[in-house]
C-alpha cells in the first residue's frame, strides 16, 4: 500500500517478512563451511605429495642394490667379492683383502671396458709433429698377438708440445671387431712421415760441443776448416738428425778434435756418405 491509499475496512495488510535477514545468515554459514572443506583438501593433497616425495626416496635407496653397467662391454676386473662392505662415496677393497673390510683407493666395484676399437697413446717427437694430423694411417704390431700389422688412424692430438719430453701426445684408434687385441697390451706404432722441413742425417761424432753452441766442422773452399752452428732434431743413437744449418752439400769431419781451429787448412779424405734428406 501506499501513502494516501484509502483502506476500507476487512481488506488484509501486507506483513512484514524476517526471511531477508535469516536467508544471509544462511549464505554466510555456507561460505565458512566451504572455506574449511578448501582448507581439508589443500592439505590433503599436501600430504598426497609428501608420501609420493617418500616413495621416490625409497625407490631412490632400493635402487642401490643393483649395478647397472653404463654401456655393453666386457667386465675386465672386479674389485669386491660376497659379503664386502659397500658405502656410498667410500672407497672399496680388493678381494684379496677381508671382504668386511673398508681400504685401499676408491677403484670402483667393476671396471668395464669396450674393446670394439682400442686407443693407444703414442709421444712423437717435436721434429715430426708438425707433420701428425688427424686422419694420418699409422701401423700397429705387438709381439705375440697379431700375425701382421693392423691399420690405425690418428684420431687427435694434445696440438701443444711437452715441454719436458718435447714430444706431442697422439691419439692413435684401432679396429678391434674380432676382440683379438687385449687392453693393456704394449705396441708399437708406424708412421710413414718424416721431420718437417729439410733435415740432413750425419755421424753424431761430428758434433762440436762447447760454449759457442752445437757446431759441426765443415771443409771449406782451399781446404779451409770452417765452425757451422747447426739445430739437430731427432738423436738415433749412431747418427743426428740436423735441423738446420746445413744445405746438404757440405763436406763434413766425422772426428774433429780439440786442436782444429777455424781456417786451418787440411788435407780431407773421402768417406762414405752419411748424410740423407
Known sequence: MREGAGSPAGQSRPRASHDGPLRGRRRRGRGRQAGRRSERVAAAEANVQAYKANVQRLLALTSFQRVVAPFAGTVIQRNVDVGALVTAGSPVNNIAAAPTTVTGAANGLFEVAQIDTLRVFVNVPQAYAANVKVGLPARVTARGQLAEPVKATVTRTSSAIDTGTRTLLTQVDIP??????????????????????????????????????????????????????????????????????????????????????????????????????
Open 176 to 277: 678391434n671387431p674380432s676382440h683379438r687385441m687385449l687392453p693393456g697390451t704394449f705396441v708399437y706404432v708406424d708412421f710413414e712421415i718424416g721431420p718437417a722441413g729439410t733435415h740432413w742425417r750425419i755421424p753424431a761424432t761430428a758434433l762440436v760441443f762447447n760454449a759457442q753452441g752445437t757446431r759441426v766442422v765443415l771443409v771449406g773452399t782451399g781446404n779451409k776448416l770452417h765452425f757451422q752452428q747447426v739445430v739437430v732434431g731427432r738423436d738415433l743413437g749412431t747418427t743426428i738428425d740436423v735441423q738446420s744449418g746445413l744445405e746438404g752439400n757440405e763436406t763434413i769431419v766425422k772426428l774433429p778434435t780439440v786442436s782444429l781451429q777455424e781456417g786451418q787448412v787440411v788435407t780431407p779424405v773421402a768417406a762414405p756418405a752419411t748424410n740423407g734428406g
